[in-house]
Every structure is written in structure tokens, then in C-alpha cells.
């Protein structure tokens, strides 16, 4: 089974619109860390924001938040305020308590915001 | 600018050849890690080292190899090239090794085999 499932290849949203990138996660670790990471077009992966799977509230990074419902195994990052600058392709992570070197990462999302 | 470093950028070479990527972690980064990113198989975890010593493999290939240098650089050797090595190879870094400890990726190296 999938470790990391992104079930929207592609997606457009308006700008300054909020948008939602769905992640579903596969584990029967009950500890565990959930990433999300931005490609833009020039490839570097740059780090958006990170929700533990103990933590008690809704991670949090500027426009970056991450809708985390335990019980589904989603993650979703909903980014509010979209920019032009946010078009790039986003990916979901994880990496597991009992065997944390190694990050299993989804297919990505590629969000193309239009003005 | 993450502060992982990766040379070259880019690379063009032939079958069968012999090629070496080298990566300098974030300053005080202790773990460093090897990802391909390729079109049909996305992003795949090489490999993964600690203060020098490797602490896990992925689905890297016999032909592939790896270490991390007593400075922290780390470099990844790929050898008896292919066209299916074409490929983004991406260094990331972390201060530890532990479960929240963000990775930080370096800008890639482009691989062209032809």
C-alpha cells in the first residue's frame, strides 16, 4: 500500500483565494511526522510546514496550515490568500517513529494559481 | 536558500560512465540524505547518513554508492550508467536524525545520461 496517497494531480485556484491539497497517509505506527514541501518550477524543495502526530493542535505557518484529522489519516494543507508566487508542485511526507530514516514521500500536486 | 549546497548543477554524460555528486549540509546538520527524482518513479529515498556513518537504505541501486566524510560532505557515486539514471538527485540535511527533524534540500543536480 501506499505510504503517502495525493490524489489531485493538478489543481487551479484563483488568486487570493484559500485552496486545499489533500493527503491521505497509510501507518500503524502511532508515532509518526507529517511534511509538506513546495517545488516551484526552478526544482529546489523547500519546507512548508510539519504536524506531529501527538501534537494536539492544527500546525500553522503564515498563509500554511495543515487541516490534520488523526482518525481519516488525512493531512491537508490549506493555503489561504493564494499568490501567483504559489504556483509550483507541493508534496506530502511522512516519516515513522520506528523506522524514521526513512521520508516516504506522495506523487505531488501541481497548484498553478491564476490572477 | 536552504543552506544545503549540491555540485554540479548540472551533468551531461554517456552510458557506462562513472559520475560523483557532492553535497555540503546545512552548517551543524549531522544527517544527510540522497533522493532521485525522476518523472515516472517521483521521489525516491536513496539513502541516509549520520555523522558519518549510513543508517538506512532505500531503493538505491548496486551500481549506486554513497558515504559522508569526516567534514559532514557527502558524496553519491553513481556508476555503469544508464539513460534511467537521467534524472534530479537531491541532498537534504537535518540536525539530527530524529522524527520531527525537518529535512532541508539542497537545489538538486540534473543528471542528463545519454
Known amino acids: 500500500a501506499q505510504k503517502i496517497t495525493q490524489t489531485q494531480p493538478g489543481m487551479f485556484v484563483q488568486e487570493k483565494e484559500a485552496v486545499t491539497l489533500d493527503c491521505t497517509y497509510d501507518t500503524s505506527d502511532p508515532s509518526y511526522g507529517l511534511f509538506w514541501y513546495k517545488q516551484p518550477s526552478s526544482g529546489e524543495m523547500i519546507f512548508l510546514i510539519y504536524q506531529g502526530s501527538y501534537d494536539q493542535q492544527n500546525a500553522t505557518e503564515g498563509r500554511y496550515s495543515l487541516n490534520f484529522q488523526k482518525a481519516r489519516k488525512s493531512a491537508n494543507l490549506v493555503i489561504s490568500a493564494s499568490q501567483l508566487g504559489d504556483s509550483a508542485m507541493y508534496f506530502c511526507a511522512m516519516r515513522e517513529g520506528y523506522n524514521f530514516n526513512k521520508f516516504y514521500f506522495g506523487s505531488g500536486t501541481k497548484l498553478n494559481v491564476k490572477p | 536558500d536552504s543552506g544545503v549546497t549540491q555540485t554540479p548543477k548540472h551533468l551531461i554524460t554517456a552510458t557506462g560512465q562513472r559520475v560523483t555528486l557532492r553535497c555540503s549540509p546545512r552548517s551543524g546538520d549531522l544527517s544527510v540524505y540522497w533522493y532521485q527524482q525522476s518523472l515516472d518513479q517521483g521521489l525516491q529515498f536513496l539513502i541516509h547518513?549520520?555523522?558519518?556513518?549510513?543508517?538506512a537504505k532505500g531503493n538505491i541501486l548496486e551500481r549506486f554508492s554513497a558515504q559522508q566524510f569526516p567534514d559532514l560532505h557527502s558524496e553519491l557515486n553513481l556508476s555503469s550508467l544508464e539513460l534511467g539514471d537521467s534524472a534530479l538527485y537531491f541532498c537534504?540535511?537535518?540536525?539530527?536524525?530524529?522524527?520531527?527533524?525537518?529535512?532541508?534540500f539542497g537545489p538538486g543536480t540534473r543528471l542528463t545520461v545519454l
Open positions: 537534504a540535511s537535518s540536525v539530527e536524525e530524529g522524527l520531527t527533524d525537518t529535512q532541508y
Open positions: 547518513y549520520y555523522n558519518g556513518e549510513e543508517r
